[in-house]
């Protein structure tokens, strides 16, 4: 698949690339560092990284080539009306956790897909209801896991999530950090399209 393209995932994250390898897809990680990261503060919930992803992208344009095909992604945790991302520091972490701990959020992944001539994005959400933790329970996570790198301060696919994800009502690899299925489906068209 894709043999026309030299794909490229723009993102320094392991889980995606993790998750992208899954597919059996030849790609590259080609990241360009200090991309700004704001967003209008109007945005709410999907729209934010959605737009995320699509700045990414387009931080490309100068290196873009008619054979590349790039993927760019973004993910948040949104509760409580407001979004969590990366953690600042182990006692952010924790805190984050106790805010999530006996709830149900939203994880939103924003995915654009482009080349040269198409670009197509779109956004992954997943409810995920969480049991009532422990502050022993979340000390140790963070202790042990430091999910410094991670929005929302966990990692569905570590400890945290064996113990505390009751239910996930969408992708789990949304959870992760990107939507692959859909990721999958998207490429077959462009796939097609040559």
């Known amino acids: 698949m894709l043999e026309n393209y030299d794909v490229i995932l723009a993102s320094n994250s392991p889980r995606r690339r993790e998750l992208l390898a899954g597919l059996d897809i030849s790609f590259e990680v080609k990241t360009i560092p200090g991309?700004?990261?704001s967003y209008p503060a109007t945005l709410k919930g999907g729209e934010i990284p959605?737009?995320?992803?699509?700045?990414?992208?387009?931080?490309y344009d100068s290196i873009m080539t008619d054979r590349m095909l790039l993927i760019t992604a973004d993910t948040i945790v949104w509760s409580d009306d407001q979004q969590f991302g990366k953690p600042k520091d182990a006692q952010d972490a924790i805190q984050m956790?106790?805010?999530?701990?006996?709830?149900?959020?939203?994880?939103y992944t924003g995915v654009c897909i482009r080349t040269l001539h198409k670009e197509v994005s779109f956004v992954a959400k997943s409810d995920v209801t969480f049991a009532q933790l422990s502050d022993e329970e979340i000390a140790y996570y963070v202790e042990r896991y430091r999910p410094f790198d991670k929005a929302g301060?966990?990692?569905?696919?570590?400890?945290?999530?064996?113990?505390a994800v009751e239910h996930i009502d969408g992708s789990f690899y949304n959870v992760m950090g990107l939507p692959v299925q859909r990721v999958y489906q998207e490429l077959k068209k462009f796939d097609n399209k040559g």
């Open 153 to 163: 301060s966990y990692g569905v696919q570590e400890w945290i999530g064996y113990v």
């Open 50 to 59: 959605l737009y995320l992803a699509q700045q990414k992208a387009h931080a």
């Open 35 to 37: 991309l700004e990261e």
């Open 97 to 107: 956790i106790h805010r999530l701990s006996g709830k149900t959020h939203q994880v």
